[in-house]
């Protein structure tokens, strides 16, 4: 089945930025969307941003819209999430999944470790 690394979590000050990266490895789909939810400390986990197989379509949630940008290398399996402007509600563990949609995403058991995301104050 497809393995799910995530990295590029930190410590960051309120209003810097930080990239993440969700490498894939074993049997992915022919056509995978792929996408980054988010979990903090007693809260459910979160949908952040999804990007469709040919990055045509992108989603965003609105805590974050303006301030972050999905993208991926088909080529090299990984998808990305370049956060700028972070906000200590940001704070989380940040997590990938991928799914033959975006829609059904949430649901896809393939969650990989998370990085770990705090801003301060």
């Known amino acids: 089945q497809v393995q799910l690394v995530e990295s590029g979590g930190g410590l960051v000050q309120a209003g810097g930025s930080l990239r993440l990266s969700c490498a894939a490895s074993?049997?992915?789909?022919?056509?995978?969307?792929m996408g980054w939810f988010r979990q903090a400390p007693g809260k459910e986990r979160e949908f952040v941003a999804g990007?469709?197989?040919?990055?045509?379509?992108?989603y965003y949630a609105d805590s974050v819209k303006g301030r972050v940008t999905i993208s991926r290398d088909n080529a090299k399996n990984t998808v990305y999430l370049q956060m700028n402007s972070l906000k200590p509600e940001d704070t989380a563990v940040y997590y990938c999944n991928t799914a033959d949609s975006i829609a059904t995403m949430s649901s896809s058991p393939y969650w990989g470790q998370g990085t770990q995301v705090t801003v301060s104050s």
């Open positions: 990007i469709s197989w040919s990055s045509i379509s992108t």
């Open positions: 074993g049997r992915t789909f022919s056509n995978y969307a």
